[in-house]
Antibody
Framework: EVQLVESGGGLVEPGGSLRLSCAAS????????LIWVRQAPGQGLEWVAL??????????DYAAPVAGRFHFFRDDSTNMVSLQMNSLKTEDTAVYYC???????????WGQGTLVTVSS | NFMLTQPHSLSESPGKTVTISCTRS????????VQWYQQRPGSSPATMIY?????PSGVPDRFSGAIDSSSNSASLTISGLKTEDEADYYC??????????FGGGTQLTVL
């Protein structure tokens, strides 16, 4: 059974930092692309970041609103990915989902999400 | 980059058929695969359609997907509507290089 379990969400002040983690199991992690998708309260889904496999150089791509502030890492030895979020803004408040995506764009598995609240 | 535009909301009666559109601006709808996700309140999204018209195992055949190059749009059709189909639906596509794009979502009411 595929499992993606996010952790690390919480309350942080504007300008602060937070690191989200996602523990993966039940599939071949090292050949998987992982993404983060967020959903602000009452709003739609928004792609945040993508990381490809280590054999592809662990290439990362970011949505424009987070580029330069967020950094996506993977550790194939522990089957985990992390999203380091810096210079947080109130508009970053959202539930963050960790998901797998194939090269055709199919997001096939989703975690349960972790809530990040940016507020003073 | 491109955008995917969906109607904000739709409403239909049980037993009827509803079609949700997803119009691409910036490039051809046929350039990249389109997926459709269902999200019920308080739950993570779940895939209804992938690669334009493929159903994951376990998704009823009441759900079907298509693309139409003439209107540069994709569509999700749900036939024999059930109250349990009431949810938000999102289309999504990946440009193959740098961007994953979601449509704004359509709130479907079945009543």
């Amino acid at each position: 059974e595929v499992q993606l379990v996010e952790s690390g969400g919480g309350l942080v002040e504007p300008g602060g930092s937070l690191r989200l983690s996602c523990a993966a199991s039940g599939f071949s992690f090292r050949v998987a692309w992982l993404i983060w998708v967020r959903q602000a309260p009452g709003q739609g889904l928004e792609w945040v970041a993508l990381i490809k496999t280590n054999s592809e150089g662990a290439r990362t791509d970011y949505a424009a609103p987070v580029a330069g502030r967020f950094h996506f890492f993977r550790d194939d030895s522990t089957n985990m990915v992390s999203l380091q979020m810096n210079s947080l803004k109130t508009e970053d408040t959202a539930v963050y989902y960790c998901s797998t995506m194939n090269w055709k764009g199919y997001v096939d598995y989703w975690g349960q999400g972790t809530l990040v609240t940016v507020s003073s | 980059n491109f955008m995917l535009t969906q109607p904000h909301s739709l409403s239909e009666s049980p037993g009827k058929t509803v079609t949700i559109s997803c119009t691409r601006s910036g490039g051809s709808i046929a350039s990249n695969y389109v997926q459709w996700y269902q999200q019920r309140p308080g739950s993570s999204p779940a895939t209804m359609i992938y690669e334009n018209n493929q159903r994951p195992s376990g998704v009823p055949d009441r759900f079907s997907g298509a693309i139409d190059s003439s209107s540069n749009s994709a569509s999700l059709t749900i036939s024999g509507l059930k109250t349990e189909d009431e949810a938000d639906y999102y289309c999504q596509s990946y440009d193959g290089s740098k961007s994953v794009v979601f449509g704004g979502g359509t709130q479907l009411t079945v009543l």
